[in-house]
Antibody
């Protein structure tokens, strides 16, 4: 059974850096064809794809956020870390991580999400 | 980026109705189209992948189809637990963009 869980601060100040950790079980990020994606959803709004890290440590980012985003992994801890710099109130959202399978390219298991509020 | 235009944005229907939600891609995405269901306060759930493949455990009343760059999610007979929001997502090229969502409400 695949499970994922996001953790990190619930409140950050404008201009600060957000660091979120996705801790997962039930799969290995070293297995060919596997990835972990990050998606966010502002309150009452649509889902937004942020980025993806693959089994071979390659990464893809949303072009609109690429300058602010970094995704890294620690395969020994079964964790993926999202770092977003220069946070703004418009970045207030629920942040999700999800298990990704290449081939058909879909997100088949999601974490519960964590709400991050950006406010002074 | 590939834009995904989803319609309608909201829909009222009754239990037992047949419902169709459409997603149009701004360019060719082959069949790299996924559908997710999201209930309030919970994470999205994968329903359909590769345009028409039913994810394991998803009821057969859900189906997906493709015609060129137009994609359709159909619920053949609405059940009370189907009232939720639905999102399409293209996974042909990054960024793997989502549609704006369809909120399905009880009439």
């Amino acid at each position: 059974q695949i499970t994922l869980k996001e953790s990190g601060p619930t409140l950050v100040k404008p201009a600060q850096t957000l660091t979120l950790t996705c801790t997962f079980s039930g799969f290995s990020l070293s297995t060919s064809g596997v990835g972990v994606g990050w998606i966010r959803q502002p309150p009452g709004k649509a889902l937004e794809w942020l980025g993806l890290i693959y089994w071979d440590d390659s990464k893809r980012y949303s072009p609109s956020l690429m300058s602010r985003l970094t995704i890294t992994r620690d395969t020994s801890k079964n964790q993926v870390v999202l770092t977003m710099t220069n946070m703004d109130p418009v970045d207030t959202a629920t942040y999700y991580c999800a298990h990704f399978l290449t081939g058909a390219n879909y997100l088949d298991s999601w974490g519960q999400g964590t709400l991050v509020t950006v406010s002074s | 980026d590939t834009q995904m235009t989803q319609s309608p944005s909201s829909l009222s229907a009754s239990v037992g109705d047949r419902v169709t939600i459409t997603c149009r891609a701004s360019q060719s995405i082959s069949s790299y189209l996924n559908w997710y269901q999201q209930k309030p306060g919970t994470a999205p759930k994968l329903l359909i992948y590769a345009a028409s493949s039913l994810q394991s455990g998803v009821p057969s009343r859900f189906s997906g189809s493709r015609s060129g760059t137009d994609f359709t999610l159909t619920i053949s007979s609405l059940q009370p637990e189907d009232f939720a929001s639905y999102y399409c997502q293209q996974s042909y090229s990054t960024p793997y963009t989502f549609g704006q969502g369809t909120k399905l409400e009880i009439k």
